[in-house]
């Protein structure tokens, strides 16, 4: 069964600064996906940013990155100048078309002004 | 606007009591989704529905029944089974499974 593991509970950055959320994932799969899904205190889910597993290059959207290493499973949020409003819960996630998506326990990220 | 729509956004059961989640999405997507979400915790996949008329069973599906008869529609029902109720549930629609998933802004059951 495909797991997928957030190993920080908890994280904190101070505002301006990078921070890097880690995640990991096991699957006997070659083609999949994975994301990164934001829970603010409102409890609403958004996506963040996704990345194809056939697709070498990390996606990138605006402040927020991915280091994907798919031979390591490895696939790590980078969330450059950090501001106030990225505090939230973050999820990691994996989907295929034989599977429903899984997601990680998530972790909580701290922004200090 | 399309999204999801998830009502109600608090609901109180009381004991041997089933309730009904409503999760309505105009997004025409073909898969939609019921998690259970735990204080602190993640979300862990209750049922999940690719198509009109079929559903598949997720990790935590005993004291839970669904049923997808229109596409828009995927009513979730906590049935008296459930001993442990209290959460927060969301609901997603994806084109499909491998996909994106839309979420709703969820409903928080709590026991009377």
């Known amino acids: 069964a495909q797991t997928v593991t957030q190993s920080q509970p908890e994280m904190s950055v101070q505002e301006a600064e990078t921070v890097t959320l880690s995640c990991t994932y096991d699957t006997s799969e070659s083609d999949y996906y994975l994301f990164w899904y934001k829970q603010p205190p409102s409890r609403q889910m958004i996506l963040v940013i996704r990345q194809e597993a056939y697709k070498q290059q990390n996606a990138t959207e605006n402040r927020f990155s991915v280091n994907f290493q798919k031979a390591a499973k490895s696939f790590s949020l980078k969330i450059s100048d950090s501001q106030l409003g990225d505090a939230a819960m973050y999820f990691c996630a994996y989907s295929s078309n034989n599977n429903d998506m899984r997601f990680g326990a998530g972790t909580r990220l701290t922004v200090k002004p | 606007d399309g999204g999801i729509t998830q009502s109600p956004k608090y609901l109180f059961r009381k004991e041997g009591q089933n309730v009904t989640l409503s999760c309505e999405q105009n997004?025409?997507?073909?898969?939609m989704y019921w998690y259970r979400q735990d204080p602190g915790q993640g979300l862990r996949l209750i049922y999940y529905?690719?198509?009109?008329?079929?559903?598949q069973k997720g990790d935590i599906a005993e004291g839970y029944s669904v049923s997808r008869e229109k596409k828009e529609s995927f009513p979730l029902t906590v049935t008296s089974a459930q001993k442990n109720p209290t959460a927060f549930y969301l609901c997603?629609?994806?084109?499909?499974?491998?996909?994106?998933?839309?979420f709703g802004d969820g409903t928080r059951l709590s026991i009377l």
């Open positions: 997004l025409n997507h073909d898969a």
């Open positions: 529905s690719q198509i009109v008329n079929d559903f």
């Open positions: 997603a629609s994806s084109i499909r499974t491998d996909t994106p998933q839309h």
